[in-house]
């Protein structure tokens, strides 16, 4: 029998699931502003706070890179501020005849690292094989110092976040995550890599995705190393907890997908 303690965290679990799902919104960014968004998110995150990436356009504060052409890009909208709270992108193989570099980003600056005998982007099929890179959560929705706090009751322009609402921000993370293996089975892919930290694979198993170290660790914006992850494993393995929130994000991003699809159609017969 489960413990009254037991049943509770679980209703309290649910309940935060419940918030954050109502609390934002997952959209499929295939309009220039809707990436320019992302991007600009990027160079405050890569650029500015962190120095990891030289900025694309320092006048309009964008970081893009030649990937994103080929790449399906998430951000997470907070509904009632209207800001942008977090960004991926999924980034597949180039099949054009046109292209020189048909590689996934990772195979160009960490494909000597590579130590796993099969689980290898060049010895996958390239119509099975992605790479999620560019996440990125905007400050204000990530834990903030008491220092923090402070300069942000100084600006009065600032959004003030309700406590309930402050709750829901360390699912930010979870829900790029699972936003990504929507993508990869909306494209009908398997195979996902991704350069890492040693402790975001840790947090992530937390919540039973669990990747596979395939590379040695190699300084690149710090240490990180190759992972590896099969999309049908992990939505087999996703705690039991996630999945409505998971289907809510399938559903928001298929709809969108579909909606694409279709005005492009549309635009073509015009």
């Known amino acids: 029998m489960k413990s009254c303690s037991s049943e509770s965290n679980a209703e309290s679990s649910t ?9 934002f919104r997952f959209m499929l960014a295939t309009s220039d502003e809707d990436k320019r ?3 600009r998110l990027r160079y405050e995150v890569y650029c500015e706070e962190l120095g990891y990436e030289e900025p694309s356009d320092a006048r309009e504060r964008l970081e893009y890179d030649e990937y994103d052409k080929r790449s399906l890009h998430c951000l997470i909208e907070h509904r009632r501020s ?3 709270a977090g960004c991926m992108r999924l980034v597949l193989p180039s099949t054009g005849a046109d292209c020189l570099d048909t590689r996934l980003p990772l195979q160009s600056y960490a494909g000597q690292s590579f130590t796993h005998a099969a689980l290898h982007p060049a010895l996958l099929a390239k119509d099975e094989i992605c790479e999620v890179s ?15 706090e402070v300069e942000a009751g100084a600006k009065s322009t600032l959004l003030e976040f309700t406590q309930d609402e402050k709750q ?8 790029l995550f699972l936003a990504t293996y929507a993508l990869v089975g909306m494209t009908n892919r398997r195979h996902v890599f991704a350069m890492m930290e040693p402790k975001l694979p ?36 996703i705690h039991a907890k ?3 929130l998971y289907q809510h994000i ?3 991003l298929e709809s969108q997908a579909n909606l694409s699809t279709r005005q492009r159609a549309l635009a073509s017969m015009t």
Request: proline content about 4%; glycine content about 8%; overall charge positive.
């Open 202 to 237: 840790r947090l992530l198993a937390m919540s039973g995705f669990h990747f596979t170290k395939v590379g040695d660790t190699i300084d690149f914006h710090g240490k990180r190393s190759a992972f590896y992850i099969d999309q049908h494993q992990a939505e087999r393995e």
């Open 250 to 252: 399938q559903d928001e």
């Open 242 to 244: 996630l999945l409505p």
């Open 37 to 39: 968004r992302i991007y």
């Open 15 to 23: 309940q935060l699931l419940d918030r954050f799902r109502s609390g």
């Open 134 to 148: 560019r996440l990125a959560i905007s400050r204000p929705f990530r834990k903030r110092s008491v220092k923090d």
């Open 82 to 84: 209207g800001k942008t």
């Open 168 to 175: 829901t921000f360390p699912v930010i993370v979870v829900g």
